[in-house]
């Protein structure tokens, strides 16, 4: 069973960054990973993803500002933010599962515990 720890999280100002990190108990490069985020009172959504072949999918509103990479040999995620805003704040977490195709869509198996990103404006 896969463990995923999410750290990184923090308080920052509007226009700052943040680098999230989600340590995996085993090599999951195979997998199709990916990182979410629910804010308080609205649904989770899909923010990044990477697949096994290294494509990457980014939700519309994070394109061009967030960037999701993996370093194998650390079996550790990566969500690079920049050019946070304050919706961005929101508890973010990681997830894995072996079906490649999932990307943005909720259904991962295997979740980490969250890390809250608060952005203030």
């Known amino acids: 069973q896969a463990r995923l720890v999410a750290s990184g999280g923090g308080s920052v100002q509007a226009g700052g960054s943040l680098r999230l990190s989600c340590a995996a108990s085993?090599?999951?490069?195979?997998?199709?990973l990916g990182w979410f985020r629910q804010a308080p009172g609205k649904e989770r959504e899909g923010v990044a993803s990477?697949?096994?072949?290294?494509?990457?999918t980014y939700a519309d509103s994070v394109k061009g500002r967030f960037t999701i990479s993996q370093d194998n040999a650390k079996n550790t995620l990566y969500l690079q933010m920049d050019s946070l805003q304050p919706e961005d704040t929101a508890m973010y977490y990681c997830?894995?599962?072996?079906?490649?195709?999932?990307?943005?869509?909720?259904?991962?198996?295997?979740w980490g515990q969250g890390t809250q990103v608060t952005v203030s404006s």
């Open positions: 990477i697949d096994s072949d290294g494509k990457t």
């Open positions: 085993a090599d999951y490069s195979s997998w199709c």
């Open positions: 997830a894995a599962d072996p079906r490649w195709f999932l990307r943005l869509r909720g259904e991962y198996n295997y």
